[in-house]
């Protein structure tokens, strides 16, 4: 089986979460490469969407499946494989 890394973008995150607190949630799925939290240019606020990378990908569709609709504040998780793969980092 072949095995790389997935990249996924994650929407309905609580506004105060960090990319800390989101690498703690997708950690116990696996290993985690890469967080990041999108930030809006203007506020400087949190926009509820971040980006999480994991080593494999069958770990990464196991904390997708485990996570999906997951509520964490006010709004359910819809977590989605990026269309980019897990290869370009910005």
Same mark, same amino acid.
């Given at each position: 089986? =072949?095995?790389? /890394?997935?990249?996924? $973008?994650?929407?309905?995150?609580?506004?105060? =979460? #960090?990319? +800390? #607190?989101?690498?703690?949630? +997708?950690?116990? +799925?696996?290993?985690?490469? =890469? $967080?990041?939290?999108?930030?809006?240019? %203007?506020? !400087?606020?949190?926009?509820?969407? !971040?980006?999480? *990378?994991?080593?494999?990908? #069958?770990?990464?569709?196991?904390?997708? /499946? /485990? %996570?999906?609709?997951?509520?964490?504040? $006010?709004?359910?998780?819809?977590?989605? *494989?990026?269309? #980019?793969?897990?290869?370009?980092?910005?």
């Amino acid at each position: 089986m =072949y095995i790389c /890394a997935m990249r996924m $973008t994650i929407s309905g995150l609580p506004r105060h =979460y #960090d990319k +800390f #607190d989101l690498q703690r949630l +997708f950690n116990p +799925f696996g290993w985690v490469d =890469y $967080t990041k939290i999108i930030i809006d240019p %203007l506020s !400087g606020l949190s926009r509820g969407k !971040g980006i999480v *990378e994991m080593k494999r990908d #069958d770990q990464a569709k196991q904390a997708m /499946a /485990a %996570l999906q609709g997951k509520v964490l504040g $006010t709004n359910p998780l819809n977590i989605k *494989e990026a269309k #980019d793969g897990g290869h370009m980092r910005q």
